[in-house]
């Protein structure tokens, strides 16, 4: 069988316009670059609405908290970042990431929500397992299915007296995290040098 001249040059053409479709990184540059790791959606949006509050809190507050506090449902999460001083962007940290990978499956999988490992590894020993930074936190979720819901849900913190998740995500000294989404159980990891 003989091609035409034709048939390949638009062969080649769909090529050289799939290349330059799969190298449109318009998103992440815009936001904040995924170094090169392949996020889910909901994946890449928490990292994105997790900077944005570390960047800009009285943003946020005023963008996606407005309601909940007219509405008195806000666990005084609007005044508080309306308080807030930015802090710096976090990036992607490849051990962050495998161990935030790690504990979604294992939640989902083996023993539901909980921030220790199913195997009763505490969650200090298993992020210091995969991370060898100076300093770590973690926040947890299930049953959302959103970026910007679960990141709004750490923030208000509700029923969690220390609001520990909120102040994880708005700590300022932390420079790297791993975020991973897997059948709707959602860990974030944090680590500093």
Not at 17 to 25: E, G, P, Q, R
Not at 86 to 103: G, Y
């Amino acid at each position: 069988m003989k091609l035409s001249p034709v048939f390949l040059m638009s062969l080649a053409f769909m090529f050289v316009i799939s290349l330059v479709a799969c190298d449109d990184d318009s998103k992440s540059s815009d936001n904040n670059s995924n170094n090169g790791f392949e996020l889910l959606q909901q994946e890449e949006d928490v990292l994105y609405y997790t900077n944005y509050v570390r960047t800009d809190p009285a943003g946020f507050a005023q963008e996606f908290l407005q309601n909940a506090y007219d509405n008195g449902n806000d666990n005084g999460a609007y005044e508080d970042l309306m308080s807030r001083t930015p802090c710096d962007e976090v990036v992607l940290h490849e051990d962050l990431m495998a161990a935030a990978d790690a504990h979604s499956n294992d939640m989902a999988d083996n023993c539901g929500m909980q921030h220790d490992s199913c195997d009763g590894t505490s969650f200090s020993d298993r992020l210091w397992s995969y991370f060898s930074g100076s300093s770590i936190g973690e926040n947890i979720a299930w049953g959302y299915t959103d970026g910007l819901e679960v990141v709004k849900a750490w923030i208000i913190d509700h029923g969690i007296p220390n609001l520990g998740h909120r102040e994880n995500i708005l700590e300022c000294s932390w420079q790297y995290m791993g975020i991973s989404y897997v059948d709707t159980y959602w860990t974030q990891d944090f680590g500093r040098d």
